[in-house]
């Protein structure tokens, strides 16, 4: 098969994202040094030989810290992907598919969660059910419920209007078997094409949480923790905030061109 | 002769390339209504749009095109943008997006004085009031402020018309330029069209699918099979290549009353299934041996009578 | 008309909601605003005459009834932390949030736009897939990050831009020089969505038959891409624009903070760790308003523009 | 009038001297004094309120202190000197203090101060002005203010309180000032400007302050960033004069653009052991989770080594209160932490939550040490952020907590440091019981006789010393980031900027 120009999107976006998973299968067997075993004489200790991305100003070692944390990170992206893509498409499905009231109803209530900027909604989430992994990974989940509710919605109005659909009726197939059999397959490249998206976003919100300090509990990394710790050490160790911040970055890159190429190939 | 296309051949090149035309040769005399028929698929919207030179860009071709004593297919894009709607101009087939939603009509039309001529703005409007009149639209200060979207089908096609004889063009392509209106609107269209060669001495190259339509309008008619050229004829009626002769059958009229309607065996082969031979053998009636093995000439039976049969 | 009057119901039932969800939001919130206030030195019953004082003793309908009956007079009560009308604070505040969100969508539009149309001219070309890297790249930094970098890049490195806020009555000059990095940390990430957008606008309108009639009558490629494809792309772009604002404003909260910008932002976040009820309540329904109603107007000016759809 | 020099004179001898060692890096005397100039500072927190009478926050006091003064008015040497007041006289039983009004001294306004206003002020802090609900332990105290003449006013007591002298610092205020809140007048030597809430608070030189000689500085703008961050760059880029407070790892960063001023902290940080909670209500625990700690670890890795272990609730700055004995009883040792474990029946150890205010990183970072540390004797310290909010309501008086990190900040006066660990105390989160520290802490309160209000304080430093209530971590080092022409800058044992000493030069 040769690989065209637009392919690219796949070439480099799965060969990061491979190597990502690459690091994160690596991490549950081997890490090279103790994630949180602290010695304070080697604090903020360039890159060297045992200590290959330096060390954080508690003297751990940063590279064993980015493995572990690629665990959070990707934990972070499915559960709260999952979270809002099961609420979502079921929302979308059913205000999509029944319209008329329950849809207006629906639909008013995402307009409401979209108005609020994520960071915001997260914000006040957490601050309620207080701070920690799993409350952080609820609430990047439910941010993203009103973009999986509204795809899957526009995606069912377009599919319920086409003869197929009026056929399986006419057979008398159940409501749940015609939105679960027939139509939900039709419409699963555009979710998955907006699951990528939204996994992308999880990191980069979970990120920013973190920032505010309200994301994952010390001691255990996260990407986004580590980079909003290291930022006051930039002057000194600059290596300590580049290195979340480019795996940061990288693993989104990586989903959004994934992303793309899924959309590209979706149309084709 | 306006223009004469000789040995045109178009090539698709997705995956493995594709021959869509092949060493296509005719000619439009000066004023004439040459009619091109044929099933879709057949390569006939391809021809025009590879005089227009407005090919996708995986389409390649070779042959030549002469129109004004030149080749058109050598032509620089700044070249063909000059010829287009000044000397050759288009009619395309779907009125409803022909046209630019978001500016007025009259406006569209003017763009085409505005690029080729150097009227005025007031004399521009002038001219295009003008047009617009002799396309037979009525309270014409009116709808030269309306929008696409605010005419019926039949006014928009008339637009489309008044744009392509802006410039009174030596060769007007008009692509099946009434398919997608009704029947009433569509014998006004073909009036006006036969009325406008009539007074003006363009001439115009008309693709259709509908043989009855060809037969009234075109003064000759070149009808197409699968790429290739099969028969050119004046009179319908004195047709001789078998595939004429099918399409001919197939069109239903009172006087087979009772009988069932005639369809042609077997369906039109796609690009990668042409084999050589005559491209129509595998569903002629008629068809023999030989027919699957050359490809018959397109040769001159009566005065400009050509056929393209090994048998007729 | 009737779409007009629709529109507007919904806008407001949808205000409603949002005032509903940021008000009990904060009711279940562990946390004494008073103690936040008085601090540790406070002794319980300062802080009791303190909290009647504030009505934090009553039932939590009544406080939202006599909260939602002031926002409707246009009061929006006094913060706790800063004992001053709100509607003051937000005064004060609000330019500074709302010039570096529009300076921030400027330069997406500015910059998306025109990366857009390369994306999609070039679309198939080696050039054109380095431009989508580059312009998804964009998307992936993590907004206080950028802001990190630029700061100390341009900040102290290169000591370009001035950190000390200027309000744009002293010195607008200053004042956009001072929005300008937090500006551009803020809408690197929009850029790419810009861009990604207008460029499957254009490739989409391409193919659009309207176009090859501009051809066939002798326009040349640009004229067409000027008068023709992108005046027509333009309105999808507006929508887009209009997403964008939830964004901005959340990415906002975050930039502010990273420059230290007296925005709306950095008194939000400071009213949610000192417990400022009033105050954040106020801010949140107040940004959310702003989301929703931005968004109303960009769909009427959709309506406006383009002449097919009739209001 | 000869006891009252003599009385002074006693006060001076004994809290002379704290936190002066300026260590200031690369000061060189070719420069010369500038008159005036615009100094700005950085603070992190916004004021609670303007009027002195209502505000509680530390953050307020710390810059309104140059605005605002007492009858008395601390000094950096943690002495109190007389200031609206001239002089003053205590009465053979203490139980009444009788201060004579400096003459000529005068309000922002440009009114002169008269007995009438030190009046209204006292009173006004009894709570009965309007809608006003802040009530002080001084005028809880205060029988009668008694107007001598137009010179002198007696203020007497209910009962005796030899700890009383410091809480003559309350602001005095003019009395016909409609609203102090917002035009806050005083009689300090900076005069308020105006104050933008998140922004800043702008206060100029006032011009006919009483001490002469006094402040250079003509304008200061404390300003408000909260983010440590973007602070540090604005340092760096020359936006900010002074930076009280800095965090020790910035020291290299900034060494070589700014002055770095190291001095010792009235300041006490703290493991807090709640004593109600099993197993922390058994004294061996807490010894042994002592024994497991290692403070100077701590010290080296987040003060940069500049920090001093403690072992009581009393930094070193109080020199003359400080009970040098109290240092190294729990040295960092894991064997005896073990034995203790054992004797306690924990054997393998066990669990605990420690919450950590997230709003304070220095405190969050000890507690990732301490967790580290006490692995090693088995005992797993499970972190919990805790939002700023929810750690005043939920640990600090609701109590419900098992472990906390916190800095207790200290005071001019010693016994307002130390009545904290009283067990009737409102504030006693560690929820501490000791009827011997209690009763040495009623005692005194009973006499003003300064020896032996030294050998009580140091006797109830010791208590706590060994029942260790709480495991006492450090004095953290006092660090202040300065511009490179700034000078005089004079640290204070309270959590007080004084902007009055300091100048330019060029």
Same mark, same amino acid.
């Given at each position: ?92 499905? !059913? ?8 849809? %207006? ?39 993203? !419920? ?14 319920? %209007? ?73 002057? !000194? ?32 | 002769? /306006? ?67 030149? &080749? ?60 617009? &009149? ?43 330029? /009434? ?18 060669? &009539? ?76 084999? &050589? ?36 | ?31 004494? $605003? ?50 001053? $009308? ?27 736009? $025109? ?120 309105? $999808? ?75 | ?9 006693? =006060? ?21 004094? +500038? ?27 710390? +810059? ?92 007497? =007591? ?44 702008? @206060? ?37 004069? =002074? ?24 300041? @006490? ?23 497991? @700690? ?22 070193? +700055?109080?020199?003359? *209160? ?63 952020? +805790? ?8 640990? *600090? ?110």
């Amino acid at each position: 098969m040769n690989i065209k120009v637009k392919d690219h999107n796949l070439i480099i976006g799965g060969g990061i994202l491979i190597f990502l998973l690459l690091i994160t299968g690596v991490s549950f067997f081997y890490l090279p040094h103790s994630v949180t075993e602290i010695n304070t004489k080697l604090k903020l200790s360039p890159p060297n030989f045992p200590y290959l991305l330096g060390t954080d100003n508690f003297g751990r070692d940063i590279l064993s810290r980015l493995m572990k944390g690629s665990q959070t990170a990707f934990l972070v992206g499915i559960i709260s992907v999952g979270i809002g893509s099961v609420a979502g498409v079921f929302l979308g499905a !059913i205000s999509g598919y029944f319209g008329g009231k329950t849809d %207006e109803f629906i639909m008013r209530i995402t307009d409401a969660m979209m108005a609020f900027p994520g960071i915001l909604f997260a914000l006040m989430f957490i601050s309620v059910f207080g701070v920690g992994i799993q409350n952080t990974m609820v609430a990047i989940g439910i941010m993203s !419920i009103p973009t999986f509710a509204r795809i899957t919605r526009s995606g069912f109005l377009r599919e319920k %209007e086409l003869e197929y659909i009026k056929a399986a009726r006419v057979r008398g197939a159940s409501n749940f078997r015609i939105i679960y059999h027939h139509i939900l397959p039709n419409v699963l490249s555009p979710i998955i094409v907006a699951a990528t998206m939204s996994f992308s976003n999880a990191i980069l919100a979970e990120a920013a949480l973190s920032y505010l300090g309200l994301g994952v509990q010390a001691p255990n990394p996260s990407w986004g923790r580590m980079l909003s710790e290291s930022q006051m050490y930039f002057m !000194i160790a600059p290596w300590y905030t580049l290195a979340p911040g480019i795996m940061i970055s990288l693993t989104v890159l990586a989903l959004n061109m994934l992303g793309d190429f899924l959309r590209g190939y979706q149309e084709r | 002769m /306006t223009i004469e296309i000789k040995n045109l051949n178009i090539y698709f090149n997705e995956k493995t390339k594709l021959q869509a035309v092949n060493n296509l040769s005719f000619g439009v005399k000066k004023g004439e209504i040459m009619g091109l028929v044929g099933e879709s698929g057949c390569g006939k919207s391809l021809t025009s749009l590879a005089i227009m030179r407005l090919l996708r860009k995986n389409a390649s071709f070779s042959g030549e095109i002469n129109f004004l004593g030149k &080749n058109l297919l050598n032509l620089s894009a700044k070249e063909m943008a000059s010829l287009r709607g000044r000397e050759i101009s288009m009619i395309f087939q779907e009125p409803l997006t022909a046209l630019n939603p978001l500016h007025r009509v009259g406006k569209q039309i003017g763009e085409t004085l505005k690029i080729h001529t150097s009227l005025s703005k007031k004399e521009r409007k002038e001219k295009t009031l003008e047009l617009m &009149n002799e396309v037979n639209l009525k309270d014409l200060e009116d709808t030269y402020k309306k929008f696409p979207h605010e005419l019926s089908g039949g006014q928009r096609q008339r637009i489309v018309i008044a744009m392509a004889i802006a410039c009174e063009p030596q060769l007007i392509i008009a692509d099946e330029p /009434t398919t997608a209106l009704d029947v009433s609107t569509q014998t006004q269209i073909i009036d006006l069209l036969k009325k406008l060669n &009539n007074k003006k001495d363009h001439s115009l190259l008309f693709i259709s699918h509908d043989l009855d339509l060809v037969g009234d309008l075109c003064h000759r008619i070149a009808i197409m099979y699968a790429g290739h050229i099969v028969e050119v004829i004046d009179k319908l009626k004195d047709a001789k290549h078998p595939y004429t002769k099918c399409l001919l059958d197939a069109i239903p009229n009172p006087l087979h009353k009772g009988k069932d309607l005639y369809s042609i065996p077997g369906r039109v082969p796609t690009l990668s299934e042409r084999k &050589n031979g005559c491209p129509f053998a595998p569903r002629c009636p008629m068809a023999k041996d030989k027919c699957h093995e050359i490809l018959p000439e397109l040769l001159e039976k009566k005065n400009g009578h050509l056929v393209r049969c090994l048998y007729v | 008309m009737i779409y007009f009057i629709k529109r507007i119901s919904i806008m407001i039932f949808t205000l409603f909601l949002v005032s509903i969800i940021s008000f009990s939001v904060f009711q279940i919130i562990p946390g004494d $605003p008073a103690l936040s206030k008085l601090g540790i030195e406070a002794s319980q019953e300062q802080i009791d005459t303190l909290r009647i004082e504030l009505m934090l003793d009553q039932p939590a309908s009544t406080q939202y009834i006599f909260w939602a009956k002031n926002i409707l007079k246009g009061d929006l009560g006094e913060s706790i932390r800063f004992s001053r $009308p709100i509607k003051e604070l937000i005064g004060e505040r609000i330019s500074v949030t709302l010039s570096l969100g529009i300076y921030a969508i400027l330069i997406a539009v500015a910059i998306g736009i $025109p990366l857009g149309i390369l994306n999609a001219k070039y679309n198939d070309t080696k050039f054109g897939a380095c431009l989508s890297i580059f312009s998804q790249a964009g998307l992936a930094i993590p907004e206080f990050w950028l802001g990190i970098i630029f700061l100390i890049v341009f900040g102290i490195i290169f000591k370009f831009f001035s950190l000390k806020y200027v309000s744009f009555g002293d010195d607008p000059m200053a004042h956009i020089g001072i929005l300008t990095l937090p500006a551009l940390a803020l809408a690197i990430s929009r850029i790419s969505v810009v861009a990604r957008h207008m460029k499957n606008i254009i490739l989409e309108e391409e193919e659009k038959d309207y176009v090859r009639t501009a051809y066939s009558k002798g326009l040349s490629m640009n004229k067409i891409y000027i008068f023709h494809i992108l005046q027509n792309a333009l309105i $999808p772009t507006i929508t887009v624009i209009g997403m964008l604002t939830a964004g901005i404003l959340g990415g906002a909260i975050i930039v502010e903070q990273v420059f230290n910008l007296p925005g709306i932002g950095t008194l939000l976040i400071n009213g949610v760790t000192t417990r400022d009820i009033p105050l954040v309540q106020a801010i949140i329904t107040y940004i959310a308003s702003v989301v929703v109603i931005i968004n109303f107007l960009i769909d009427i000016l959709y309506r406006i523009i383009d002449p097919r759809i009739s209001i | 009038m000869k006891k009252l020099i003599g009385l002074l004179a006693v =006060l001076m001898l004994m809290v002379s001297g704290c936190g002066k060692e300026e260590k200031s890096s690369n000061e060189n005397t070719l420069k010369t004094k +500038v008159d005036g100039g615009e100094l700005i500072v950085r603070i992190s927190q916004d004021m609670d309120f303007l009027d002195p009478h209502k505000a509680l926050a530390a953050g307020t006091y710390e +810059v309104m202190f140059n605005v605002f003064e007492g009858l008395l008015k601390p000094t950096h040497e943690g002495k109190l000197i007389p200031a609206v007041a001239e002089s003053f006289e205590i009465s053979k039983d203490n139980l009444v203090y009788t201060f004579k009004l400096r003459d000529g001294i005068k309000f922002h306004n440009g009114k002169n101060v008269e007995v009438e206003d030190i009046i209204f002020s006292l009173t006004r802090i009894g709570g009965d002005f309007s809608g006003n609900s802040v009530v002080r332990d001084l005028a809880k105290n205060i029988k009668e203010i008694r107007k001598i003449d137009n010179k002198t006013v007696a203020i007497e =007591l209910n009962k005796v309180d030899g700890t009383i002298l410091s809480k003559f610092t309350t602001a005095i205020i003019s009395r016909d000032v409609v609203d102090i809140e917002k035009s806050p007048i005083g009689t300090g030597p900076f005069k308020f400007i105006e104050y933008l809430p998140g922004q800043k608070l702008v @206060m100029e030189k006032f011009k006919d302050y009483w001490m002469t000689g006094v402040p250079t500085i003509d304008k200061v703008e404390f300003s408000i960033i909260k983010d440590e961050q973007s602070s540090i760059l604005s340092l760096q880029r020359g936006e900010i004069d =002074l930076y009280p407070r800095l965090g020790s790892t910035h020291i290299s960063t900034l060494e070589n653009t700014n002055n770095i001023i190291v001095t010792k902290q009235n300041l @006490m940080q703290i493991l807090s052991l709640n004593n109600k909670v099993k197993p922390f209500d058994d004294i061996r625990i807490r010894q042994a989770i002592a024994y497991a @700690m290692n403070s100077q670890e701590i010290i080296d890795t987040l003060d940069a080594g500049l920090g001093k272990s403690i072992g009581t609730n009393m930094s070193p +700055v109080m020199k003359n *209160y400080y009970n040098i004995e109290t240092e190294g009883i729990y040295t960092h040792n894991i064997e005896k932490a073990k034995k203790l474990l054992k004797e306690a029946g924990y054997e393998n150890g066990f669990e605990f939550t420690l919450s950590l205010p997230t709003n304070y990183r220095f405190h969050a970072d000890t507690g990732v040490i301490i967790s580290e540390q006490l692995k090693k004797v088995g005992i797993k310290a499970n972190l919990v952020e +805790v939002e700023w909010g929810t750690w005043l309501k939920e640990i *600090y008086a609701g109590r419900k907590y098992e472990g906390t990190v916190i800095a207790l900040d200290g005071k001019i006066e010693p016994y307002d440091i130390l009545n904290r660990y009283i067990s009737s105390h409102r504030r006693n989160f560690m929820n501490y019981e000791s009827k011997e520290y209690d009763t040495v802490m009623k005692e005194i309160t009973q006499t003003t006789d300064e020896k032996i209000k030294i050998e009580l304080y140091k006797k109830a430093q010791m208590i706590l010393a060994k029942d260790i209530p709480v495991v006492f971590i450090m004095a953290p080092a006092g660090i202040i980031a300065t511009n490179k022409d700034l000078r005089g800058y004079t640290p204070y044992p309270i959590y007080v900027q004084d902007i009055s000493t300091l100048y330019f030069v060029k």
